[in-house]
């Protein structure tokens, strides 16, 4: 066997082992995918309940309906807003993404609102949720069109920073 010979088996070689180590790389990737779109749809629920917070509690509100009925909605979705904070706070960990960070802020600035009006008596309580309810009814429409997008990759930026933007409003 000649010197050209060995050559061409290395060469051989090292494109086989490129090929592998390429294709493992790209099934790396797709295994990474899928864990994120798992994670992703873990919230899917807690979207749903905040994608109808405003227009529940507007109309509980509205119906005059109990301070304990009130505080109850209040809990629900203080408890669905930390969930989906902790959801994309995954995500963005995975994927250093800002779109993520941006939503599990925004989630957290949420949550912070619900447990302020819970702290307060029932009088104050129902006045801050009427206070904010028109930044609500958008931050609703933010979970109404985040629930549209069924990947996390297909999420934009710009509503993630709308969300955050809206959930800074809350007082």
């Known amino acids: 066997m000649g010197k050209k010979d060995v050559l061409k088996i290395v060469a051989l070689i090292l494109a086989l082992a490129l090929v592998a180590s390429t294709y493992g790389w790209w099934e790396c990737g797709r295994k990474n995918e899928r864990l994120l779109e798992s994670i992703y749809v873990d919230s899917t629920r807690s979207q749903v309940f905040l994608s109808d917070m405003a227009d529940s509690l507007n109309g509980s509100i509205k119906a005059n309906a109990s301070s304990?009925?009130?505080w109850s909605q209040l809990v629900l979705y203080d408890e669905h807003s930390i969930f989906l904070g902790k959801i994309f706070f995954n995500l963005y960990e995975q994927t250093g993404e800002r779109k993520y960070y941006f939503i599990h802020t925004a989630a957290y600035n949420i949550a912070g609102f619900f447990t302020a009006a819970l702290n307060d008596k029932p009088p104050q309580?129902?006045?801050?949720v009427k206070r904010n309810l028109k930044s609500l009814e958008r931050i609703q429409e933010c979970?109404?069109?985040?629930?549209?997008?069924?990947?996390p990759n297909e999420i934009p930026e710009s509503l993630a920073e709308e969300l955050f933007n809206l959930s800074e409003e809350l007082k």
Do not use: A, H, N, P
């Open 68 to 70: 304990d009925y009130l």
């Open 125 to 128: 309580m129902q006045e801050m």
């Open 143 to 151: 979970f109404g069109e985040l629930l549209r997008y069924q990947k």
